[in-house]
């Protein structure tokens, strides 16, 4: 809940009683005169909610514009008088309010405890992928912004928050095929991810009492489960731009306390989530264009950077390790020699094919340069990423890569070094995994050498 609000006393008049109100409940009140002092307020984490004015002086409403582009998420109360002739701001921001001071003063304060829940969720998530702002321009860590990822955390999240026995997330079309197939008694379809394990009987248990339509809902549904007599809920995500459905999230039997959280605050959470799942497409799009090697498609240097600050900074808070595999193909000049580079070309393709397919959906694979590439392997420690790297060894060297009309067999090379063990920075960790690497070229090749 907030403590501090931000407030700009443009009219004293009518804010007063409204203040003095707030002051009375236990609200601490900052005035300022400035965007600059508005600016370091804010940015210190003083104050969390801004209240002013719009009917006043054009010199407050510049300020006020000011805070709003500097920092779109900061959470505003518009304070306008009974039946203005001149609004001159109607909020489309979830995070602003208008209030018009003839309402109740218990208003205002439902107003501010509705924005400070939005600013908790919020906050939640930017506390595992560092600062909003850094979600919003994709600098920094970048962690969250994969789709995957990103769903998992509101998975969580909506569990936690909205007391969810069980929480899952649907892309488009998988929720109607799910729906279809219990109604059908058939197999359920692959495709939906269990915030625990949930297994089909258990599904088609849930989804046989739904009275639910048999297109896609782009509304946000809540009712009473006829068996469980708790509420599940259905929220779309949308992109708010063009209308496309990204999928659903279902939550089933939900506390009380959550249903009630959630009848009260639904739509303000579910534009949230739209907008996030939005920026995640976005990075995506522009990942593809900026962080994926032109031959291979995998990512390539510039993100393999990105992904080890994000890799070192999350086994930090959770003590956990990872490791990386430095691999080189052996002897590929002959390749190039034999067969021109255009087969090179078309063997790198079908190498980072099968390293990409040969790790989980939450590790990485990079195209370093050349004929060098890196996996990074999240969450593994020495002995795990020592058993992949050796059956990766394995596999390319049993493999017959078919192109440009030729049959060619490669070994490779692989050093491993695994953070915190044999390097405390994630540089530092890429160039012991590169050492490894030629260690195993110089001992005799197609081998696995850790790191020392």
Known sequence: MFTDLLVFDDQPGVMRDLIEHLESNGYGIVRCESFLEADALIQSG??????????????????????????????????TTEGSKREIYIPKNPFHEIHRPLTSKKDLELKIERLSFLCDLVNRWAQSTNTLENLLSFQASLEGLEKEALTGHCIEYLSSQL??????????????????????????????????????????????????????????????????????????????????????FVMFRLSRPGA???????????????????????????????YTDDVTGLYNQRYLNLILDQEVSRAERAET????????????????DSGGHILGSSILVALGDLLSKAIRKTDFAFRYGGDEFVLVLSG????????VAERIRDLISKTAFHA??????????????????????AKRLLEMADEAMYDAKRKSRNIVYLAS
């Open 46 to 79: 003083r104050v969390g909610l801004l209240l002013h004015g719009v009917n006043k002086t054009k010199t407050y409403w510049g300020i006020v514009e000011d805070v709003m582009e500097a920092h779109p998420f900061f959470p505003m109360i518009h304070v």
């Open 380 to 387: 593994a420690d020495t002995d795990r990423a020592w058993v």
């Open 321 to 336: 390790k990872f490791s990386v595999l430095f691999i080189d193909i052996d002897f590929f000049k002959k390749v190039n």
């Open 163 to 248: 007391g969810a026995e069980y929480a899952i997330w649907f892309p488009d079309g998988e929720l109607h095929k799910t729906w279809k197939a219990v109604k059908d008694k058939s197999k359920i379809p692959h495709g939906w991810k269990p915030s625990r394990p949930f297994d089909d009987d258990t599904l088609i248990r849930y989804f046989s009492s739904w009275p639910y339509p048999k297109d896609n809902p782009k509304d946000m549904t809540y009712f009473t489960n006829p068996e469980t007599h708790r509420k599940d809920a259905l929220f779309p995500v949308v992109n708010p731009n063009t209308g496309e459905l990204f999928g659903h």
């Open 404 to 425: 440009e009309g030729r049959i060619t067999n490669l070994t490779v090379s692989i050093g491993v070094a695994t953070y915190p063990v044999h390097a405390q920075t």
């Open 260 to 290: 009630d959280m959630l009848s009260t605050n639904g739509e303000y959470l579910m534009r949230i989530l739209n907008q996030r799942m939005l920026l995640s497409s976005k990075f995506q799009d522009a990942r593809r264009l900026t």
